[in-house]
């Protein structure tokens, strides 16, 4: 119940298309839920992410939608650019212990921009 | 501002020797502190976490131990390693007393990359 699904393992985007990153979870006390990019190498930086109160959030090119009664949640890449080519993870929290909450983080999928 | 220090970047090792990895965080008082290993294919795995000095808290059973002498330093250690200690391992923090959601945010260092042989 605290697994958080993620697919697909890897994605090829042609250069200008929209990159689509989907997730799933079971544990309906997950309250948190952002997206953490990753450059080979370095270690994952916060990307964007959403609480339930909202169905979707956007900055700049990304876009994270949220439907709370499927239990999903997915990353949109608007615009892909070559730069954009890293490895993506969705991950969820709950309040349930204030203070003393992990991140529980899905397998991650390779995103590849191609010109 | 804050910063997060890791090292060694590269470990390689023979099967049986010891480990000793290391972070320090900078800027901040009293952070949340995590060691999260990374396997191909598998995600980002929550080894150890801690609230404060002398607090380690284990998630998963194996062959590593972490402590955390000092508040800002967090050390992942093993005394014997196995060949499926190989792994990309991660230090990171966020906010101390209100938690990660609360936060936020996990800032995660640059990662050590281990080989054991």
């Known amino acids: 119940q605290q697994q958080v699904k993620q697919s697909p393992q890897s994605l090829i985007v042609q250069k200008g298309g929209i990159s689509i990153i989907n997730c799933a979870y079971e544990?309906?006390?997950?309250?948190?839920f952002p997206w953490y990019q990753q450059f080979p190498g370095k270690g994952p930086a916060l990307l964007i992410a959403?609480?339930?109160?909202?169905s979707e959030k956007k900055e700049g090119r990304f876009t994270i939608s949220f439907n709370k009664s499927a239990k999903q949640f997915s990353l949109h890449i608007m615009d892909s650019q070559p730069g954009d080519s890293a490895t993506y993870f969705c991950a969820a929290s709950s309040g349930a212990n204030f203070g003393n909450e992990k991140l529980t983080f899905g397998t991650g999928t390779r995103l590849t921009i191609i010109p | 501002s804050q910063t997060i220090h890791q090292w060694p970047a590269t470990l390689v090792q023979p099967v049986g020797s010891p480990l000793s990895l290391e972070c320090t965080v900078e800027g901040t008082s009293n952070p949340n502190l995590y060691w999260y290993r990374q396997a191909a294919g598998r995600g980002l795995q929550l080894l150890f976490y801690s609230v404060g000095i002398g607090q380690i808290s284990s998630e998963v059973p194996q062959n590593l131990s972490a402590s955390r002498p000092q508040d800002r330093q967090f050390i992942l250690s093993s005394k014997k390693l196995l060949l499926s200690d190989s792994g990309f391992y991660l230090c990171?923090?966020?906010?101390?007393?209100?938690?990660?959601?609360?936060?936020?945010?996990?800032?995660f260092g640059e990662g050590s990359r281990l080989t054991v042989l």
């Open positions: 959403i609480r339930p109160d909202v």
């Open positions: 990171a923090w966020s906010e101390g007393l209100i938690g990660v959601r609360e936060a936020g945010e996990l800032f």
């Open positions: 544990n309906t006390a997950f309250d948190y």
